[in-house]
């Protein structure tokens, strides 16, 4: 089977760098994904990494270990609108379908 | 182009009614999928297919049917609520195995159930 482990909330300020780590166990590896969801929303893609290092896409950068089981998705220079549920999820590389299992998410909340 | 859309928004059901989900997909994606959330949780597969025609079970599927008779659609029934079915349903889609994007699931607005 498939586990993902990560903290259920983390609180910063304006302007922060917030780290949300992610292990994972899990047979049949393919590659991590992060997701971010507002309150009341849908999940909307943010980054995949397949390959160990780092992607930085804008704000937002994820870095994945596989020897580790590990990643993480980093936010930097937050803004009031990076609150919100982020969560990582492993594919399932064994079967068709780029099935996804997904942690139980870290909630994000950023004050003044 | 509206992406993934689902129908209804909300609903209440009681115990022992039927009731089918409707997902839509303008996108042509090959792959589709409906996933669960309760309050506070991740998303938990329940069924998904790999194109028209197929379906195959996720990780929660007991209580739950779908079809996929169109590539656009993806059906999710209930045939008899209960009170642990009450969640947020959300139905995504990916392009598969083709495409700078196929990693990514789009994911429609939800439909929250609650059975009483």
């Known amino acids: 089977g498939q586990s993902l482990e990560q903290p259920s909330e983390v609180t910063a300020v304006e302007g922060a760098i917030v780290q949300i780590n992610c292990t994972y166990q899990t047979s049949g590896f393919y590659g991590l994904s992060w997701y971010q969801q507002h309150d009341g929303g849908a999940p909307t893609f943010l980054s995949y990494n397949a390959l160990d290092g780092l992607e930085e896409t804008g704000r937002f950068s994820s870095f994945l270990s596989r020897s580790d089981s590990y990643g993480y998705l980093l936010l930097q220079e937050l803004q009031m609108k990076d609150s919100a549920s982020y969560f990582c999820?492993?594919?399932?590389?064994?079967?068709?379908?780029?099935?996804?299992?997904f942690g139980g998410g870290t909630r994000v909340l950023v004050k003044p | 182009n509206a992406g993934v859309t689902q129908t209804p928004k909300f609903r209440v059901l009681k115990t022992g009614q039927s009731m089918t989900l409707l997902c839509a997909q303008d996108?042509?994606?090959?792959?589709m999928y409906w996933y669960r959330q309760d309050p506070g949780m991740g998303l938990r597969l329940i069924h998904y297919s790999v194109g028209e025609g197929t379906t195959a079970k996720g990780e929660v599927p007991d209580g739950y049917n779908v079809s996929r008779l169109k590539k656009q659609n993806f059906l999710l029934g209930l045939e008899s609520a209960a009170p642990s079915q009450t969640s947020v349903y959300f139905c995504a889609s990916s392009s598969g195995t083709s495409g700078s994007d196929r990693e990514t699931q789009y994911f429609g607005p939800g439909t929250r159930l609650l059975v009483l």
């Open positions: 996108m042509n994606h090959e792959y």
């Open positions: 999820a492993v594919r399932d590389g064994r079967a068709a379908g780029n099935k996804l299992t």
